[in-house]
């Protein structure tokens, strides 16, 4: 079932959590044909607009808009040398981090979406293994194919790029500080 922007609309640590397990679902267009790419998120980060590892703490600028907006909008920048996402969270320059996730296979994402994206996240011109084609938030974006210049500050599109319950929640997660920022 498809996030819709209602579920987005909850405080920044608790749609952190809320996201675990959720499928992020991007359509591709490989080898002259649609496929869907997909992964289980399996590590988020909250951001509230007052912390200092967050980026809309530093003001808003027409860069950062996506965070001011409302809950459920795209946020996406540089980060690493790579591409990062975001998704905008209850309350002005509230977010969530998608910090790493694991490739996801079923009927609309069948396996041979591994060679896409592995395809699409070498590893020095090797294949990288599935298990780490998105174990970290620009290695996930390489892996999915998603671009600052597409999608920042945009809505999700049932028809493209989405977030999917597919009905799955941890039984347990560990949740800590940020490391290096101070509180």
């Known amino acids: 079932m498809q996030l819709d922007t209602t579920f ?44 200092l590892g967050s980026h809309a703490s ?8 996506a965070l001011f907006m409302p809950p459920g909008t795209i946020y996406m920048y540089y980060a ?14 509230n977010a969530v981090l998608i910090k790493s996730a694991y490739p996801f296979f079923d009927a609309q994402s069948p396996t041979s979406g591994a060679a896409v994206m592995a395809a699409n996240n070498p590893l020095n011109r090797r294949k990288r293994p599935v298990d780490r084609l998105c174990a970290g938030q ?5 892996a999915l194919g998603l671009r600052v210049t597409e999608w920042d500050q945009r ?17 347990h997660w560990v949740q800590c500080r940020r490391l290096g920022i101070p509180t």
């Open 8 to 51: 987005f609309d909850q405080p920044s640590p608790d749609l952190a959590v809320a996201l675990l397990g959720k499928v992020i679902r991007h359509a591709v267009v490989h080898d002259g044909r649609q496929r869907w790419l997909a992964a289980r998120i399996i590590e988020t980060e909250a951001y509230a607009i007052d912390d």
């Open 58 to 65: 530093l003001g808003y600028t027409a860069r950062r808009a």
């Open 80 to 93: 690493r040398g790579g591409d990062s996402l975001n998704v905008s969270a209850r309350g002005k320059g």
């Open 138 to 142: 620009t290695l996930l974006c390489k």
């Open 155 to 171: 809505s999700f599109d049932a028809t493209r790029f989405y977030f999917d319950d597919v009905g799955y929640r941890p039984a």
